[in-house]
């Protein structure tokens, strides 16, 4: 009897070893494609993060919209025009391409972008509209195919950076990114908030590079980012 016991507690013992082994695996996949999106914008973002002071001149920045509030924009957003004002102010931008949403009379982010732009001294030339920014693919899709911009610096919080860098990456606009987290400490709930956010967001952002939907809204091409690098000249 005693010799049939030890056969029977080995088999037990590999048995469990072995579904050990592949609950071990199981969980270094599951890490490993849950972390995958992440690691994709960490990846093609690398080294494109930079300041207002170090980052190469470019034709355009492309200011992403973040709400409004009664005709003003919101913290967030007003954060991402002081920006973009600091690179048109030190000459590395030309244009200032704004895109938000503008779906429906009464909300209209791009006016409100282009007009606090303009109020502080960018020329109205060099101020540009999209209407129909209504997604980060949807801005970095319409940059490219509706504006004709190949290259840009990408404005946004810098939670949201290299999610905004990857999408325009994949749309096909080469991208450097300046971000803003100036109101990190004020704003704390938003801005750890943000980050959270941006995890769960990283699956769509790679849905979207991979599949290259359509955006919401596309039409022809618009002319403003030709006119007013041409004023700019």
């Not at 509209?129 to 997604?135: C, E, K, V, W």
């Not at 004709?148 to 990857?166: C, N, S, Y």
């Not at 943000?194 to 618009?222: D, I, S, T």
Request: aromatic residues 6%.
């Amino acid at each position: 009897m005693a010799h049939r016991l030890v056969p029977a507690r080995l088999a037990r013992a590999l048995r469990t070893r072995r579904r050990q082994r592949i609950a071990f695996q199981t969980t270094v996949l599951v890490t490993v494609l849950g972390l995958a999106p992440v690691t994709w914008m960490y990846a093609v973002a690398g080294g494109r993060l930079r300041t207002v002071s170090d980052v190469p001149p470019t034709p355009v920045a492309l200011v992403l919209g973040a709400g409004i509030k009664d005709g003003e924009p919101s913290r967030l957003l007003a954060r991402r025009l002081d920006v973009a004002l600091d690179l048109y102010r030190a000459g590395k931008v030309k244009v200032l391409l704004v895109s938000g949403d503008n779906g429906r009379d009464s909300y209209n982010e791009p006016d409100v972008m282009r007009r606090y732009l303009v109020a502080r001294g960018v020329p109205e030339k060099q101020v540009v509209a999209d209407y129909a920014g209504f997604s980060t693919w949807d801005s970095c899709v319409r940059a490219k195919k509706v504006f004709g911009v190949d290259r840009a610096i990408v404005v946004t919080q810098t939670f949201h950076l290299r999610r905004a860098l990857a999408l325009c990456d994949a749309a096909g606009v080469t991208a450097y990114g300046v971000g803003d987290d100036s109101l990190h400490g004020e704003l704390i709930g938003v801005t750890l908030y943000g980050g959270f956010r941006e995890v769960f967001a990283a699956y769509k952002a790679l849905g979207e590079a991979v599949l290259k939907p359509e955006p919401q809204a596309l039409g022809p091409h618009e002319p403003g980012v030709d006119e007013g690098l041409a004023a700019a000249r």
